[in-house]
Every structure is written in C-alpha cells, then in structure tokens.
C-alpha cells in the first residue's frame, strides 16, 4: 500500500458470523492469501495483519526470499503447517519456523528481518504470517526475537489445541504479549464436535487451515477469515469426516482500542512517524543491517501521506 491506513473498526460486542474471503496477491514469488487487514475489518483483538501460505511443493525453487526490510511498532508470528523458512535479524537472532516451533519478533522502537526458504528443506510450505500490533504503552519496546518450541496442548472435547501465543483456557503460550490476546492451532479429532472454549470478552476469528469444518449452519471455506465477534463461551465445530483432519487457526483479543496506522511493514500512529521511520531505513538509521543474508535489503516505496477518513 502506498498511502498509510487509519484502522478503524468497531469490535462487534455480539456474537456474529462475517465472512471475509482472502484476497490473493504475491510476496515476491510467494503466492499468498491476504486475510487481515481487510477493508471492513482491520483488526481481531490486536492481530493487524495475516497472509497464509501454501500448501506448495517445489524443487529447485526458494518460494520465500523475502530480503531485509524494517518493521516498527508489531510483533511478527511466523507459525506453519508445513515446511521451513529461515529468519535472520539485525541484532544477530536466527531461527528456523517450522511445525511447532514458532518465530515471534518484537519490532518495537525498530528491527530489520530477512525470511527465506533455507538450502536444507523438504519441498513443501504451508503456513500463515501475522502480525500483532503493540499498544502505545509498549510500541517503543527494545526489539527483541524469541522462537519457542515445546508450546502447550490443551485437549478438547474433540481435538487438541497448540496455544502457540497468548492464553488459552488454563495454558499461556511462552511468547512475550504485550495485550491479551490468543493464537491458537486447533485440531479436531474426528470424533464428535469440536468443543473450544473461549473468553468472552475477547472478539475472535476463525481460519480454517485443512479438511473441512462447520459452525452452526455455515460450512467454513477455505481462504476466508471468519469473524465471530465478542460474547461467546465456546465455540463449536462440527468436523466433516474425510481423509484430511481438519484444523484452524484461533486469533483474538481484547479488542484494540487504539486507532492504528499501518504502512507497508510499519504500524504507526501518525503520518509523521512513518515518513520518520522510512527515512531512517533508507538512511540506514535506526534498523541496522541484517547480516547473514546474503543480497541487497528492500527500499521503502515512496510514502504518500493521505488522510483517510475512519467510519
Ligand atoms: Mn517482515
């Protein structure tokens, strides 16, 4: 996006069904899935920002090549279904996001990142990006990246649950948060109904990510990011018998009450910050370099600033 743009969208304090089919574009050679923002819903608790990714095969192919590039005031969650990307960062942190292990970095005050497919990998990808926006109270934080391994299974009725960020029933995963929030994986077993219980306070969202699921009368389709509002104690998810188990993505939060402004890979307040923050990038200020990759580092595109009224 070449003009910044002001989030703005009231949380649904009710129980709702909105179905937001993603909208599909490319990372470089990565085709991707754009489920968050969307024009009618910017944010699910303070998720700001999800691409999926995948399933794919490839060979001699590096579908994620994704060069240095800043981000401020978000944190990145890198969580897979399938496959391998490698992260290396300005202030040395490397980790390699697989099944089960998730990257999370904090951009706070400012970070630059490289993400790629690595040499070694198995041919396949699936897998979401999103991206967490810091409240004002922390969005200058020390920038910092963590990945974790070992996250807490919580069994349903049902399925099973992998809590790979904030709090989920009794479990929290370790990932630093900064607001409440929950990012889970669920899985359903195939035996019986899918029973996820969940806060009321927070709105949540739900993104199917393999086999076939149902909630009331609404069969979820691949691709789209359900919105379910705030209200609810469970939600329940009938699983369709077939030869893929199903599972999806559970994002939400208290909702983010502050008003965000989000411009190519920065999450902002002001116009005035973001032309700040891309000059200190070009400049090469602030964001330092990211050593272990090996090529030149992305240019901001131009900025123009662009008041965009809020509904
Ligand atoms: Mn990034």
Same mark, same amino acid.
């Given at each position: 996006?070449?003009? $910044?743009? &002001? ?5 649904? &304090?009710?129980?709702?069904? #909105? ?44 579908? %994620?090549?994704?060069? @240095? ?19 290396? /960062? ?7 996001? !697989? ?6 970095? *904090? ?18 990808? $699936? ?8 409240? /004002? ?14 996250? @807490? ?18 479990? *929290?995963?370790?990932? &630093? ?6 990012? %889970? ?5 195939? *035996? ?6 969940? /806060?009321?306070?927070? #709105? ?35 699983? /369709? ?30 116009? #005035? ?8 990038? #070009?400049?090469?200020? !602030? ?18 600033? !662009? ?5």
């Amino acid at each position: 996006m070449a003009t $910044a743009e &002001r989030v703005v969208c009231e949380p649904s &304090r009710e129980p709702t069904v #909105e179905a937001y089919p993603g909208l599909a574009t490319d990372l470089g050679s990565l085709p991707i899935t754009r489920l968050l923002p969307r024009s009618r819903r910017r944010l699910v608790g303070p998720w700001c920002f999800l691409d999926a990714f995948g399933p794919l095969r490839f060979d001699a192919t590096k579908p %994620v090549d994704v060069p @240095p590039h800043p981000h401020i005031g978000l944190q990145t969650v890198s969580w897979l279904v399938e496959g391998e990307i490698l992260h290396n /960062d300005s202030l040395k942190g490397t980790g390699l996001a !697989r099944p089960g292990v998730v990257n999370l970095m *904090t951009a706070g005050h400012g970070i630059a990142h490289s993400e790629e497919t690595p040499a070694q990998n198995g041919g396949r990808l $699936a897998g979401v990006q999103l991206w967490v926006a810091l409240p /004002d109270a922390h969005r200058e934080t020390t920038p910092s990246f963590e990945q974790n391994g070992d996250l @807490p299974q919580v069994a349903l009725d049902g399925g099973t649950a992998v809590v790979f960020l904030g709090s989920f029933a009794d479990a *929290t995963a370790p990932g &630093r948060t900064f607001s409440p929030l929950v990012g %889970v994986d669920l899985a359903a077993s195939g *035996t019986g109904p899918l029973c996820v219980p969940v /806060d009321p306070e927070f #709105e949540h969202a739900l993104v199917p990510l393999a086999g076939s699921l149902t909630l009331g009368s609404d069969r979820l389709e691949a691709r789209t990011l359900y919105y379910l509002g705030r209200g609810r104690t469970d939600i329940r998810l009938e699983a /369709d018998a077939g030869v893929e188990p199903a599972r999806a993505l559970l994002l939400g939060g208290l909702p983010f009450r502050e008003s965000v402004l989000m411009w190519w890979n920065f999450v902002a307040r002001t116009n #005035e910050e973001i032309v700040a923050a891309r000059d200190d990038w #070009e400049a090469g200020r !602030r964001f330092g370099e990211v050593l272990a990759y090996a090529g030149p580092r992305l240019a901001a595109p131009p900025f123009v600033a !662009r008041a965009v009224p809020g509904r």
